[in-house]
């Protein structure tokens, strides 16, 4: 039976995406299948998103840009967003997508244009379109994230991220074991050989 990492993640977190793409490259020589959970860690953020400079605006936004741009060189990571976008619309059309068959390529679509491209991936237009761009039918995304009880999902996943103790993101459990954050692909790969 193959192991499980389950991973609690955000699309506004740019370590998720690098975490994203190192596990990847991972599943093609490791046999592992991949849980994505949803945790908002800004649900504070307001629906039209806020300017990244202005939300952390204690640190220096050019050597925060540099510090990942260059711990994420091995995936090709790159920051030209300025907005912290709202996530849990984003979230929730994650698991739809899921749902769906088609994971991977919106999961790494939202990615692209919320840091590469600096579009607002807490507009439902934005996520209409990515889904359009992998195959995902636009009406009936529009009604799932147009139900409520969908979104909820998203919330109980965060609550159910947090009563684990887990408070950051990306967060990777295996078999009980668990590590937390960014981290480089050979701590990675050595998690899943150790507790698979």
């Not at 994971?103 to 692209?112: I, L, M, Q, T, Y």
């Not at 981290?183 to 990675?188: G, R, W």
């Amino acid at each position: 039976m193959k192991s499980v990492v389950t991973i609690y993640s955000d699309n506004i977190c740019p370590f998720c995406t690098i975490g994203s793409k190192r596990l990847r490259i991972l599943q093609n020589e490791l046999d592992f299948d991949v849980h994505w959970r949803p945790f908002e860690i800004h649900p504070d953020t307001p629906k039209e998103g806020k300017l990244t400079a202005e939300y952390f605006k204690n640190h220096d936004a050019g050597q925060m840009k540099q510090y990942i741009e260059n711990f994420g060189k091995d995936v090709g990571m790159k920051l030209n967003g300025k907005l912290l976008a709202n996530s849990k619309l984003s979230l929730a059309a994650n698991n739809f997508a899921s749902e769906k068959g088609k994971f991977p390529e919106f999961h790494e679509a939202v990615f692209k244009a919320n840091f590469e491209d600096g579009k607002n991936i807490g507009e439902i237009t934005v996520l209409l379109d990515i889904a359009e761009e992998v195959g995902i039918d636009t009406q009936e995304l529009k009604t799932y994230l147009e139900d409520e009880a969908n979104l909820k999902k998203v919330d109980e996943s965060s609550k159910e991220a947090q009563m684990l103790g887990i408070t950051g993101v990306p967060t990777f459990i295996l078999n009980n074991k668990v590590l937390v954050g960014a981290q480089p692909i050979e701590v990675i790969r050595e998690f899943i050989q150790n507790n698979s």
